[in-house]
């Protein structure tokens, strides 16, 4: 099963060569299947046939045929005398309902009750869930050792969103030990098998040596397989990477190709970066009056603290050598800006087979 598993924070600021970076480099944190993403598992569904299975598939068959039909009042029904009857993955179902309040009152503690059921029976993707609940304290209270414990079990049975989480905790020392290495092994787990987010941060990893030696090729890889899927902390650094030349060939205007990417999904980063760009004419002409407009959008979007301050200050002083219609014009164009196109990371929900 799919879940949409990213999200995006701002923790540090460094400088590389003429380009900020105020980005954390572990800026995407799971969130575990935030309310809105959360799907009902069909493991009986193969392409578009319902497969007629024993008394226990049939249950299955006819509670997800009811819920695709709209139909929840049965849907939940069929769940639920699965799910008493001891069928985790019926009771990961009701869980997800409760959840997301799908058919039936939103209730995160009858929500936990049903993912420990399911997680207790072994079914990997409640004992993630279970972990993020604890994480979050949503329906029980926070535990980040319980949410370790059972974000282990599941990256055990190889789920990549709980092999990312996990690697998270390590790599920051909640609810488990900070070990790097550790970190950088689960990392390689999940991006291994597709999630943007550890290939995200396994390419930091690299970069910085920390779990792993530091090895720029392998650091510029990793984070072009995340770009690639739309991750845009990993398109804002990989152009970093490629206006520094580090572990890749030096190329402005491969850099600006990826700080746009990362643009056109609103990481205010980019929006920073691509101002540089703009002001130093790197794989793009020199041109104040767009420069003046990626600053004014960084300024805009930043969380406040250095980064902010310096869009502003870098603002101001591309202000002071231009007209004031040039100014207007420049406002205008941040007024007006508009992505060119929405991408989406991997992990995306979705039904699976």
Not at 64 to 72: E, Q, T, V
Not at 279 to 293: E, L, R, Y
Request: charged letters at 20%; proline letters at 3%.
């Amino acid at each position: 099963m799919l879940r949409l598993v990213d999200v995006a924070g701002v923790r540090s600021t460094m400088c590389t060569r003429t380009i900020w970076i105020i980005g954390s480099f572990k800026a995407w944190r799971a969130a575990a299947c935030r309310r809105g993403y959360c799907i009902l598992a069909a493991a009986l569904f193969v392409g578009s046939c319902l497969v007629p299975l024993a008394p226990a598939g049939a249950g299955l068959n006819e509670a997800f045929g009811a819920y695709l039909r709209g139909d929840k009042e049965t849907s939940f029904r069929e769940f639920l005398a699965m799910a008493q009857a001891g069928n985790p993955l019926a009771q990961y179902n009701l869980g997800v309902l409760y959840v997301s309040g799908d058919g039936v009152p939103e209730n995160d503690v009858e929500a936990v009750m049903w993912y420990r059921r399911a997680a207790e029976g072994g079914h990997a993707d409640a004992q993630f869930q279970l972990g993020a609940m604890y994480d979050r304290g949503e329906g029980v209270a926070k535990n980040e050792a319980e949410a370790a414990k059972w974000y282990r079990r599941a990256a055990d049975q190889g789920d990549a969103a709980a092999q990312f989480s996990l690697g998270d905790m390590y790599s920051i020392g909640r609810g488990v030990a900070k070990d790097d290495a550790v970190a950088a092994m689960w990392y390689r787990r999940a991006a291994e098998q597709g999630n943007s987010s550890a290939q995200f941060h396994l390419g930091w990893a690299y970069y910085a040596g920390l779990g792993v030696p530091a090895n720029y090729a392998d650091s510029a890889e990793w984070y072009r397989r995340a770009a690639d899927q739309g991750h845009p902390g990993a398109q804002n650094f990989l152009g970093l990477m490629y206006d520094t030349g580090e572990g890749v060939v030096e190329d402005d205007a491969e850099a600006v190709k990826w700080l746009l990417r990362a643009a056109d999904q609103h990481y205010e980063v980019a929006f920073f970066n691509l101002g540089l760009m703009y002001v130093a004419g790197g794989g793009v002409p020199k041109d104040p009056i767009q420069a003046h407009m990626w600053f004014n959008l960084a300024a805009a979007n930043m969380v406040p603290g250095a980064g902010r301050k310096q869009a502003v200050a870098n603002r101001m002083m591309i202000e002071a050598k231009l007209s004031s219609t040039e100014i207007s014009r420049a406002q205008a164009m941040a007024r007006n800006w508009q992505p060119k196109a929405k991408e989406v990371s991997d992990d995306a929900a979705g039904p699976a087979g």
